[in-house]
């Protein structure tokens, strides 16, 4: 490492983590072996821009990154294919482009850091640290051998890094949020709307809708026919044996009953016990003021606030008078719910609420037996299914149908036409319902156990295709989707009705009972309300009314008054600042974004599509 001569400060920025990456990712990924012999010729890079190459390795180990993080995103891993599919193969060209270009204007005009910048990020990197904690030459050495990698390369690198950082930070740097748009921003994000609404169901109507007549039931299952449709279906067999199934079968043991009684005993024999609360505080005086003011008339949770606790906090739970130790005798003489102190604790005096009393709980292994004997029948039937997995494969494997199973074993054969809204029986467990969806026709079955213990095999015998439900069938869902059809349209002129009355000058208070919503945000979620009325009151004038409808909800919305954010206080100058920093932000990186693209188009990008292709295909 030359002698350090020069020091160029600088903020730190992302130039040294790019270094400290490509170091840390060769380390872990063992990436330092990805070489260029496969591409002959002597070609090194997919490309450059002006004169700087990007090169094959960098291209690697970037579109490496970003598949294995694909696959910690979805949670198992992605293919080349797949993640291409994603764009991640443009994205990375396009993250090694702006690189190269930032290196290339860096070269042309003459920025770079000092030997004795060098020095310092080198030193205290800590994956450089010997055993004594500290930058140690051998490790130095030692680690870019093992990466393939000299010190002159590696320093050649980092340097490289730190003078694109410099340019990066330049660019990014001094930009101001233009005091206009963080005010329009903060203005709309700021303002409070309060509103009346007056929601209108089916018994504000003075009459309900008539029956529909056949010609009205067909013409709206005929006009909605996707909402009587069966989605498509897989048509499953399945050979199933679940605890349940067998449990009466299996043999009890006595004895084990009676030990699990007694191993359980805390269960079934308990002392009276209370619900309790513990209110501690510093020292004698201070609880006994506490207790002064509670009996004056203070509430116990003013104490508790008091403090600087939650009632979540002091709980204790229930306890029996010897857990509750010294304050056990007191606590336990009160009869009714109530306070009690100070007593003392293990974390000193303290204030006890009684909030209630649990009876003693004396169950005997008579008692017990039925619900001890299901358990222990179930934990066999688990214990003997896990030992008939082996056989079932077996027979499986040697030919066996479901419905030899069925026949030949305990498992019970059935059939479901499974689909995502399925969920009785078996497609109630989630293992059933993923081995149904995977399933293809042609697969032998297996043997796959659930979490209870229970264990099924699957055929995929058809997929069945949407297909309508008879009217017959679906006559009363007719009915009910005619009846709020004709109810909602009903109501939504009641509901014009009642707006333009409004307009007129009439009270919608006048019209039924209405819902005063104060200090609404864009922001703000309100229940059992479309999400589109939110959107439309910020865009109505003070007194202007309308008609919400949306399904089978129908109101009517009239604005109140339009509520400005407050201009001065700390809350205000605290959103104000964080638009502020947000806008800049935003424009800062759109700056920096037309820096790269001006850098690339005036210096030239060329990328070779072989070597890149050949590039992926080494991933397969």
Request: aromatic fraction near 6%; hydrophobic fraction near 45%; charge should be negative.
């Amino acid at each position: 490492m030359a002698n350090p001569t020069q020091d160029t400060p600088r903020k730190k920025g992302k130039g040294t983590s790019v270094v400290v990456w490509i170091l840390m990712g060769m380390l872990v990924l063992g990436l330092g072996g990805f070489g260029v012999t496969n591409f002959g010729g002597g070609v090194t890079a997919i490309g450059k821009v002006g004169d700087r190459d990007i090169s094959i390795g960098d291209y690697e180990r970037a579109l490496q990154q970003e598949v294995n993080a694909l696959s910690a995103q979805f949670g198992t891993p992605i293919t080349l294919q797949q993640a291409l599919s994603f764009g991640v193969d443009q994205q990375v060209r396009q993250q090694l482009v702006n690189t190269a270009a930032l290196d290339n204007e860096t070269a042309r005009i003459g920025l770079s850091v000092g030997d004795e910048r060098i020095a310092q990020e080198i030193t205290n990197a800590s994956v450089f640290r010997g055993p004594a904690g500290t930058f140690d030459r051998d490790t130095y050495r030692f680690t870019l051998q093992n990466n393939g990698l000299t010190e002159a390369q590696y320093e050649t690198k980092m340097r490289e890094d730190l003078a694109r950082a410099l340019l990066q930070g330049a660019v990014l740097g001094g930009f101001a949020a233009p005091a206009v748009l963080t005010d329009t921003l903060y203005a709309q994000i700021s303002e409070r709307r309060e509103v009346r609404l007056l929601r209108l169901t089916a018994a504000d109507l003075e009459t309900p809708p008539a029956a529909p007549t056949d010609t009205e039931i067909k013409a709206h299952y005929d006009a909605n026919i996707d909402a009587f449709t069966k989605p498509e279906a897989r048509r499953i067999t399945f050979a199933a044996l679940l605890p349940e199934d067998i449990a009466d079968q299996m043999p009890l043991d006595e004895a084990m009953l009676q030990k699990l009684y007694d191993d359980r005993i805390a269960e079934f024999v308990q002392p009276e016990r209370r619900l309790v609360e513990r209110l501690v505080f510093p020292n004698q005086e201070a609880a006994e003021a506490a207790k002064a003011a509670f009996d004056a008339g203070t509430p116990f949770e003013a104490l508790v606030e008091a403090r600087g606790v939650t009632l979540s906090d002091i709980d204790l739970g229930d306890k029996s008078e010897e857990e509750l130790g010294t304050a056990g005798p007191a606590i336990f003489a009160l009869e009714a719910p109530g306070v009690v102190g100070p007593l003392n604790s293990d974390l000193g005096p303290a204030l006890f609420r009684m909030n209630a009393t649990l009876a003693a709980q004396n169950i005997t292994f008579e008692e017990a037996r039925p619900d001890l004997a299901a358990e222990l029948a179930a934990d066999s039937a688990r214990r003997a299914i896990d030992d008939l997995v082996e056989d079932i494969d077996d027979r499986l494997a040697s030919g066996a149908t479901l419905e030899d199973l069925a026949a030949e074993t305990d498992l019970t054969l059935g059939q479901i036409d499974f689909n995502d809204q399925s969920s009785e029986a078996m497609a109630a467990y989630p293992t059933f319902r993923q081995a149904a969806t995977e399933a293809a026709e042609g697969d032998f079955p297996e043997a796959i156990q659930l979490d209870d213990g229970g264990v099924f095999a699957l055929r995929l015998d058809a997929i069945i295709p949407p297909t309508p439900i008879p009217l017959e069938e679906a006559r009363e869902a007719v009915i009910e989707s005619w009846t709020a059809q004709a109810t909602a349209q009903e109501l939504t002129a009641m509901a014009n009705d009642i707006k333009s009355k409004v307009d007129a000058g009439d009270a919608l208070g006048g019209f039924g009972i209405t819902e005063v919503i104060p200090n609404l945000t864009r922001s703000t979620t309100l229940d059992d309300v479309p999400a589109a009325l939110l959107s439309t009151v910020f865009t109505m004038a003070e007194g202007e009314s309308i008609v919400v409808e949306d399904g089978s909800f129908v109101g009517v919305v009239q604005l109140d008054s339009i509520i400005p954010g407050p201009t001065t206080g700390p809350d205000a100058e605290a959103l104000k600042s964080a638009i502020a920093a947000q806008a800049e932000q935003a424009v800062a990186q759109d700056a920096f974004t037309l820096f790269t693209n001006s850098l690339t188009r005036d210096a030239g990008i060329t990328l070779d599509n072989a070597v890149i292709n050949a590039v992926h295909a080494r991933f397969q």
